[in-house]
């Protein structure tokens, strides 16, 4: 979708990951070719099987690499940030799929890093070479889930903390008592990331062993003030949300009941409310974005439309 100024606010990305020991005798019915940005996927029985092609704006095969995906979708989007933009980077898909993979990796070896932690380095490698004696930093982390379309804020001890969602008309939307701190280095948004992250709720299910059952939000806000020769100032602020949502499912794949059921509803709800509020955006033609029918759209609604 583009902007006044010729920018391309939303983009899609698919990335395939390799298959899994249940799926190494399957037959491969998903083909991806980066070069057209297309994906291929067969249907139907074997012998009427029938090849469907799906578009892109950048395609990953099951062999490509973090590092690869951060550079090409990731790391332009955190140098708008550091610009004064309002940015959102999100993994969607079904449950089992390598979204918390791709946003998070693992720490060890570092080339598995994923997404966030590359993000913290970029931002502190730029302001390393942007700031100066005229230039000034402060950067701010608050990492929260929505559960069951409630919020909690991941780096509160009370893991039975609820938080409100307010809004007014300085702000906009916001969330009541989050806990927000300054962070200098990429190790304190690193060690943040790794508390909030214990505090999540996962669960197994048919399809995945530790599924992600809430969507998790960690927001980083960049605010510099530059020193202008004649003694003014001028000052920026963007915020980046780094968001790993929670699967999509389908019950009879999953074979949620009781407790996973209401997880498993609430989930696909909020995430039908995204995927509604994104096609308006890129519809560009649509009156009304019903970012008001989920939490999580009503939080990313700052980063989503407007100043994004």
Known sequence: MPSKDGKVNVQVAVRVRPPNAAEASLSQIVTTDPSSRT???A???????????FAFDRVFGQYSTQREVFETMALPVVDDALSGYNATIFAYGQTGTGKTFTMEGVNEPPELRGIIPRAFHQIFDAIATRGGSDTEFLVRASYLEIYN??????????????LELKENPDS????????????????ECDKLR??????????????????????????ITVESCEQRPDGSSSIRMGKLNLVDLAGSERQSKTQASGERLKEATKINLSLSALGNVISALVDGKSQHIPYRDSKLTRLLQDSLGGNT
């Open 39 to 41: 994906v291929k996927i």
């Open 43 to 53: 249907t139907g029985p074997a012998k009427k099987r029938v090849t469907k092609t």
């Open 149 to 162: 379309e409630d919020i909690r804020d991941l780096l509160n001890k009370n893991v039975s903390n609820r």
């Open 172 to 187: 906009g939307v916001y969330v009541k008592d989050l806990t927000s701190y300054v962070v200098k280095s990429t190790k």
């Open 194 to 219: 790794d508390f909030g992250a214990r505090n999540r709720h996962t669960g197994a299910t048919a399809m995945n062993a530790e599924s992600s059952r809430s969507h998790s939000i960690y927001t």
